[in-house]
């Protein structure tokens, strides 16, 4: 079991909710015609005023076209986020996914999931 990893004291902003919602059916993640992910067990994460996040099981994403960088990124409410550039026949998306390796206690639901930036590739949901 992983250890408990709350989150560092600070003053929370009651707007800043955090909800995580399975997603009813299948949601396809695609780039250039080629599927980087499918799944049935996405969650959908609702925060504050913001687009909705899908967020994927790893074993659902195909991790080949994935390349680690070196970026990362800290929410104060979910952790520090590490990233993955996709590749697709030669083409590079730098950036374009992340994922919140040891997260904070309340973002625990998406612990190996994986969120894609929607302006870098193409979400369907058919739920």
Avoid: Q
Wanted: some cysteine; glycine content about 6%.
């Amino acid at each position: 079991m992983a250890e408990a990893n709350p989150s560092p004291g600070f003053a929370r902003d009651p707007d800043r909710i955090l909800n995580y919602e399975p997603t009813p059916g299948r949601v396809v993640v695609t780039r250039n015609g080629v599927a980087l992910a499918t799944s049935e067990h996405a969650l959908v994460c609702k925060e504050a005023d913001y687009p909705p996040v899908f967020y994927l099981p790893r074993a659902d994403v195909a991790m080949e076209h994935m390349v680690a960088t070196d970026r990362t990124s800290h929410c104060p409410y979910k952790g520090d986020a590490s990233y993955w550039s996709i590749t697709v026949g030669g083409a590079l998306a730098e950036n374009a996914a992340w994922s919140y390796e040891t997260p904070y206690d309340e973002a625990e639901a998406i612990r190996e999931y994986v969120a894609f930036y929607a302006d870098k590739v193409e979400i369907s949901t058919d739920g």
